[in-house]
Nanobody
């Protein structure tokens, strides 16, 4: 079982920025794909951004140009930089290691965008 520590959520005004971090307890961190997902009340969990072991990235259309995912293999950390936040970005954000079907999930961190 992988232990995943997430941090960086909070309350921010529209147009503001937040930086989410995901640090899994993995001995060979660099080989795993990492994804950030989110789930808003009454909605299904959806992929926000993902990064492969080769640092190839993928984004949901709704966040392209605003969010950036990156990884630092030396620090076992993946960061999701979120800029120009909108109220529709409000959700619980989850870090996933190894894919949504068989991988491991963090406990989630709340992001609220509101004035």
């Amino acid at each position: 079982q992988v232990h995943i520590v997430e941090s960086g959520g909070g309350l921010v005004q529209p147009g503001g920025s937040l930086r989410l971090s995901c640090t899994p307890s993995l001995s060979i961190f660099s080989i795993y794909p990492i994804g950030w997902y989110r789930q808003a009340p009454g909605k299904q969990r959806e992929l926000v951004a993902a990064i492969t072991s080769y640092s190839s990235t993928n984004y949901a259309d709704s966040v392209k140009g605003r969010f950036t995912i990156s990884r630092d293999n030396a620090k076992n950390t993946v960061v999701l930089q979120m800029n120009s936040l909108k109220p529709d970005d409000t959700a619980v954000y989850y870090c996933n290691v190894g894919g949504p079907e068989y991988g491991s999930w963090g406990q989630g961190t709340q992001v609220t965008v509101s004035s």
